[in-house]
């Protein structure tokens, strides 16, 4: 069913486009109380309770924008009377929310717009016979975690609970099993969703194929995902894994134990990441392991260098299940009230490369981040793995690895964090900086001869190209799917925030 154009937006954008502002929030109040006529119970407004729990649970304070209006709806027909409406207005912009972990401003929430916060729809239910779970799209990794395991079952999903699984799974999803079992995305056996006419579809291997490999790695440009269903598996037992925290005189030896980590023989059941933290208060750099190794009674296995070096301050490692380690975890990463934004490059793996840019950015950061001293600012440097592609052409993903690339081998993609207190001019340093460090590190990779070109687009920042980079042919498929499902572009350009195809360029 199509919803009537509410006539004021439709002629303000005939007349003047939709840039003037005026115009715009006017026709975003009128859109709004459309909304409100057929979804009565499912509309929130500024200065209410739900609509403050909904700003309130975006981790990050620079996400907390204020829509006109937040949508909160309970099934898919619910999410397809939203996108009917807000396609005939022909200039409401809106967002998607999932988890709301995305660090990217305006990615998953927007000022002076909709936005459709999927939160309410979070039920998960286990079918035994298939060991598939049907989760709705705005389903935590918690939620999910916390049905599946009395089933004696897992999933690919979030190392820290509260993360959105729609988000995750849509952009790729790395997980505790993702070095035996590959992309969380890669789990997923249906996408039911909502297209731009408003129609529920399915996408999966036997109908709308093209669409089904899309969906993972494609994230938000060809519909609204209302449910995913993931293949589940077997928990055989605890898995071994937990936090270390090394002295800071550890600093280099930890870098030369990824190294060895990851040059040494691939092994499928070591996971997990290495960081080091640098407080300006402090001026001392931390350097911590978050590691799990899914074959507890071959543990340590390649992690041995890992876990090995010295001095150790806190050793947390221990056995439990994925919904023990993802909550547990989800108790240290708090919603706060710090700013968080990030950036990601990948490189092939080489004696001297960690080591090359763990000292730029250790050389760098003390000197950034005191000029910014007032914002109480923190930096982190990560290095962790890519999980291997699907070995079976028959059900492919969109990330631009072939079936016999081995990414899991050879690359690591890095994650370069700031964490300050809310300070225009710490925030315009360290966006700048984001930029000023991937370069440095693409340069760093390029000199050593292990550059890689892809962008993982769980942590990429706004000015970084995912979607380019998993190269031309699998960007041309997109852009393809995203014209047959959307041959008018609502996703495109009324869903704001996200990485369009249409913006993409590939490599
Ligand atoms: C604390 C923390 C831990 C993390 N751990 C991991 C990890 O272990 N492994 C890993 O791979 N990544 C990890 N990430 C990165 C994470 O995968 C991304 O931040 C991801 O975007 C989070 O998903 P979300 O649903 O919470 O995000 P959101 O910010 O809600 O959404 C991200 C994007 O997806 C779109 N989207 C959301 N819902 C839908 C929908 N229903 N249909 C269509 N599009 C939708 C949004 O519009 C938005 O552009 C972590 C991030 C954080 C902050």
Same mark, same amino acid.
């Given at each position: 069913?199509?919803?009537?154009?509410?006539? =004021?937006?439709l002629?303000?954008?005939?007349?003047?486009?939709?840039?003037?502002?005026?115009?715009?929030?006017?026709?975003?109040?009128?859109?709004?109380?459309?909304l409100?006529?057929?979804?009565? +119970?499912?509309?929130?407004?500024p &200065?209410? $309770?739900?609509?403050?729990?909904?700003?309130?649970?975006?981790?990050?304070?620079?996400?907390?924008?204020?829509?006109?209006?937040?949508?909160?709806?309970? +099934?898919?027909?619910?999410?397809?009377?939203?996108?009917?409406?807000?396609? &005939?207005?022909?200039?409401?912009?809106?967002?998607?929310?999932?988890?709301?972990?995305?660090?990217?401003?305006?990615?998953?929430?927007?000022? &002076?717009?909709?936005?459709?916060?999927?939160?309410?729809?979070?039920e998960?239910?286990?079918?035994?016979?298939?060991?598939?779970?049907?989760?709705?799209?705005?389903?935590? /990794?918690?939620?999910?975690?916390?049905?599946?395991?009395?089933h004696?079952?897992?999933?690919?999903?979030?190392?820290? %609970?509260?993360?959105?699984?729609? %988000?995750?799974?849509?952009?790729?999803?790395?997980?505790?099993?993702? @070095?035996?079992?590959?992309?969380?995305?890669?789990?997923?056996?249906?996408?039911?969703?909502?297209?731009? $006419?408003?129609?529920?579809?399915?996408?999966?291997?036997?109908?709308?194929?093209?669409?089904?490999?899309?969906?993972?790695? %494609?994230?938000?440009?060809f519909?609204?995902?209302?449910?995913?269903?993931?293949?589940?598996?077997?928990?055989?037992g605890?898995?071994?894994?937990? =936090?270390?925290?090394?002295?800071?005189?550890?600093?280099?030896?930890?870098?030369?134990?990824?190294?060895?980590?990851?040059s040494?023989?691939?092994?499928?059941h070591?996971?997990? /990441?290495?960081?080091w933290?640098?407080?300006?208060?402090?001026?001392?750099?931390?350097?911590?392991?978050?590691?799990?190794?899914?074959?507890?009674?071959?543990?340590p296995?390649?992690?041995?260098?890992?876990?090995?070096?010295k001095?150790?301050?806190?050793?947390?490692?221990? +056995?439990?299940?994925? =919904?023990?380690?993802?909550?547990?975890?989800?108790?240290?990463?708090? +919603?706060?009230n710090?700013?968080?934004? /990030?950036?990601?490059?990948?490189?092939?793996?080489?004696?001297r490369?960690?080591? =090359?840019?763990?000292?730029? /950015?250790?050389?760098?950061?003390?000197?950034?981040?005191?000029?910014?001293?007032?914002?109480? @600012?923190?930096?982190?440097?990560?290095?962790?793995?890519?999980?291997?592609?699907?070995?079976n052409?028959?059900?492919?993903?969109?990330?631009?690895?072939?079936?016999t690339?081995?990414?899991?081998?050879?690359?690591?993609?890095l994650?370069?964090?700031?964490?300050?207190?809310?300070?225009?001019?710490a925030?315009?340093?360290?966006?700048?900086?984001l930029?000023?460090?991937?370069?440095?590190?693409? &340069?760093?990779?390029? $000199?050593?001869?292990?550059?890689?070109?892809w962008?993982?687009?769980?942590?990429?920042?706004?000015?970084?190209?995912?979607?380019?980079?998993?190269?031309?042919?699998?960007?041309?498929?997109l852009?393809?799917?995203?014209?047959?499902?959307?041959?008018?572009?609502?996703?495109?350009?009324?869903?704001?925030?996200?990485?369009?195809?249409?913006?993409?360029?590939a490599?």
């Amino acid at each position: 069913m199509h919803f009537s154009t509410p006539s =004021r937006c439709l002629l303000s954008c005939l007349l003047f486009g939709a840039t003037t502002l005026a115009s715009r929030n006017n026709d975003t109040v009128s859109t709004c109380e459309a909304l409100s006529s057929i979804l009565p +119970t499912e509309i929130f407004y500024p &200065d209410t $309770d739900t609509y403050n729990a909904s700003i309130s649970s975006y981790p990050f304070i620079q996400l907390r924008l204020h829509p006109t209006c937040i949508v909160r709806p309970k +099934t898919a027909q619910d999410v397809s009377a939203a996108v009917n409406l807000l396609r &005939d207005t022909g200039c409401t912009k809106f967002a998607v929310k999932g988890g709301g972990h995305n660090a990217n401003v305006g990615f998953n929430n927007i000022e &002076d717009g909709v936005t459709i916060d999927m939160q309410s729809m979070n039920e998960v239910e286990v079918v035994e016979a298939t060991e598939v779970a049907r989760v709705g799209a705005g389903a935590l /990794w918690q939620n999910v975690y916390d049905a599946v395991e009395p089933h004696n079952l897992t999933v690919l999903g979030g190392r820290i %609970g509260v993360v959105g699984v729609a %988000g995750f799974t849509t952009g790729g999803g790395v997980s505790f099993f993702s @070095p035996s079992r590959g992309w969380a995305c890669d789990a997923v056996v249906n996408f039911e969703l909502v297209l731009a $006419d408003g129609t529920i579809a399915n996408a999966n291997a036997t109908s709308n194929a093209d669409l089904y490999a899309a969906l993972k790695g %494609g994230q938000n440009n060809f519909g609204i995902i209302t449910r995913f269903d993931l293949q589940a598996f077997p928990l055989e037992g605890p898995i071994w894994g937990g =936090r270390i925290a090394f002295n800071s005189s550890a600093e280099a030896d930890l870098v030369s134990a990824f190294t060895e980590f990851k040059s040494s023989a691939y092994d499928p059941h070591a996971a997990g /990441w290495v960081t080091w933290r640098y407080n300006v208060t402090t001026n001392q750099t931390t350097p911590t392991s978050i590691l799990w190794y899914t074959k507890p009674e071959q543990k340590p296995g390649a992690l041995k260098p890992i876990v090995e070096t010295k001095p150790q301050l806190m050793n947390g490692m221990t +056995t439990g299940t994925p =919904r023990e380690f993802a909550k547990n975890a989800s108790m240290v990463v708090k +919603t706060s009230n710090l700013n968080t934004i /990030w950036a990601t490059t990948t490189f092939k793996i080489s004696p001297r490369i960690c080591h =090359r840019i763990h000292l730029a /950015w250790k050389t760098a950061i003390p000197s950034l981040l005191s000029a910014h001293a007032s914002s109480n @600012p923190a930096s982190e440097l990560t290095f962790q793995s890519i999980p291997p592609p699907p070995r079976n052409d028959s059900s492919p993903n969109s990330l631009g690895f072939s079936a016999t690339d081995t990414p899991e081998k050879d690359l690591v993609f890095l994650q370069i964090v700031f964490y300050y207190n809310t300070d225009a001019s710490a925030s315009k340093a360290f966006n700048a900086g984001l930029k000023d460090f991937i370069k440095m590190f693409d &340069d760093i990779a390029e $000199d050593e001869g292990v550059s890689s070109g892809w962008v993982y687009l769980n942590f990429a920042a706004r000015f970084q190209d995912p979607l380019g980079s998993y190269g031309r042919e699998q960007l041309g498929k997109l852009k393809r799917v995203a014209r047959k499902y959307d041959p008018r572009g609502l996703f495109q350009k009324q869903l704001v925030g996200g990485f369009k195809v249409s913006a993409a360029e590939a490599l």
